[in-house]
């Protein structure tokens, strides 16, 4: 089965148990600073959390462990993977480090070294009016603003039937879906509250196309 085909039978799969990722947010008062993401080896689910010229992987990830691959999802597939080489006497790059993961956006990631890494984003927290288009169906997000918040809080448009899934990276699969119901004369909300980690995506499975708003400043 093709490493495409696996992940892809993945999100239609839901499972259970374990832990995925942390994360350490440090901000300086201009608004710029710097996250540390632990990978742990094998597949995980990361995100973009701060802003870096174009979100390049060249910019964003300018360096990796040999053999590592991000696997972005779009229009209900995942595309072929982004590889980083190392190539002894010659150097080292992304196969296409043109690729752009982008604040709200999120990716697989493959760390081939057999153990934990770190990456570290270094860039600027994202402000003011922010929106993050989200398809139909199937889609990668994450939040826009590093916050390690319920997705109630960060404003993520819910509606009934909407299902989030994150990445059981331990095991290799996923956890029980966070189911979003809507009860006439109750109420609304997440069967279980939803809460991202500061560099964690997750996969989002909408009934109909919404825009993910929200305002954000620090004083």
Do not use: C
């Amino acid at each position: 089965m093709s490493t495409k085909t696996l992940l892809m039978t993945a999100v239609l799969g839901a499972a259970s148990i374990a832990a995925v990722m942390a994360a350490d947010p440090v901000y300086s008062v201009n608004i710029v600073g710097y996250v540390n993401v632990p990978v742990p080896a094998k597949f995980s689910m990361i995100a973009n959390p701060l802003k870096s010229g174009g979100n390049t992987l060249a910019e964003i990830i300018p360096s990796a462990p040999d053999g590592t691959s991000i696997y972005l999802f779009g229009n209900g597939a995942f595309k072929d993977p982004v590889t980083y080489y190392v190539v002894e006497g010659v150097g080292a790059a992304w196969d296409t480090p043109e690729t752009v993961l982008a604040p709200g956006d999120g990716a697989f990631i493959y760390n081939a070294s057999g153990a934990e890494m770190t990456l570290t984003f270094v860039g600027e927290v994202m402000t003011g009016a922010l929106s993050n288009p989200i398809p139909k169906n199937w889609s990668i997000k994450s939040s826009q603003v590093p916050q390690q918040l319920d997705l109630t809080t960060l404003g993520f448009p819910a509606a009934d039937g909407d299902a989030v899934y994150f990445f059981d990276s331990a095991h290799q699969t996923y956890f029980d879906p966070h189911i979003y119901y809507v009860v006439e004369g109750v109420g609304a909300d997440w069967d279980s509250p939803p809460i991202p980690k500061v560099g964690e995506s997750f996969f989002v499975s909408k009934g109909a196309a919404a825009s993910w708003t929200r305002t954000f400043n620090v004083q």
